[in-house]
């Protein structure tokens, strides 16, 4: 039992709703796809944890119906969504499955991507251990998941109002259901099974100014300590938690700022990528109010 994925399964019919693609993690979503480069070799491509399977429809409509798409998802009632959104594509196929033990055959992949899903792993070591196993040699991939330092306005503001309700054990087993790494620890995962020729490891901050209706939406799903208040304290540490987050109000909206890092992995460029290692690259900033999206 996991219930990270026992409450994706639970949302699922609520994913796509417009107010949770409107919001932060549409947008951030949505920066993660562009990151998603499709080749003319890459013609068995997998994305793990897929979740409703709107982005492998996209890129499956967008590609020539010989590139084979394999959706992986835990979460049964997203992976029902990603069947049906995906089957009139004869080329795509929703298989259930979690980056710990990955349901696909060795040295089968030409290119992987995972948009927000790697950060909910329950083992680091035997994630990496099954992405190195499932790529071709020749196999390129492109990762989004969020970092150590991901919503530190919330988390400043929360944590005194949880403190109250939850016990600091239950808090710790809370917050490590999430695996968020800084930018050295998430290089030297990924180095230990790919190696460091092709390999980059980046980190990007994105702020977004939304409404508390706005962020609340999506935002409890990823706080995985609302799933351990007693259902009897539930409405008024909801209440609370609401009145700590209002406070951030400002002209712009209240913000949030997602720690992204991203793992590019590439077999051509190795030149290029080979300065990018050493993580002294200039740390991208970006704002988001509403649906706008400017470069700092
Ligand atoms: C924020 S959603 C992202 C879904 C999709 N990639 C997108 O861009 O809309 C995170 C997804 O990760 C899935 N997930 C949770 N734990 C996972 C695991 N251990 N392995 C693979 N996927 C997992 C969830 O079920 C959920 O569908």
Redesign the pocket.
Known sequence: M?P??EA??RIASE?DHPRNIESC?GSI?QH??GLVTLRDGHKTVA??????G??LARLASASPPDVRFIG????AN?RSIAVGRTAHFPNVRIID????RLPLESQSIDYLY????FH???DLGK?VAELARVMKPTGELDMTFIGRHNGREFIRKTTPVFFKYLTPATMIKAVSLRKQMTLEAATALFRTAFGPPGLSVTESYHTCYDTLEGHWGWWVRIESQLLDIPEAKKAECEHAVRGAIATLATDKGIPYTVHLLHVRLRHEELTERAVSQDCTHAVERTEMVGFGHKEL
């Open positions: 996991n990270v994925i994706y399964s994913y993690w979503t993660s796809l994305d793990i944890g897929c979740g409703t709107r982005d992986v998802e835990p979460a997203m499955g979690r980056f710990e995972s948009i927000l899903a909910w792993t329950t994630s």
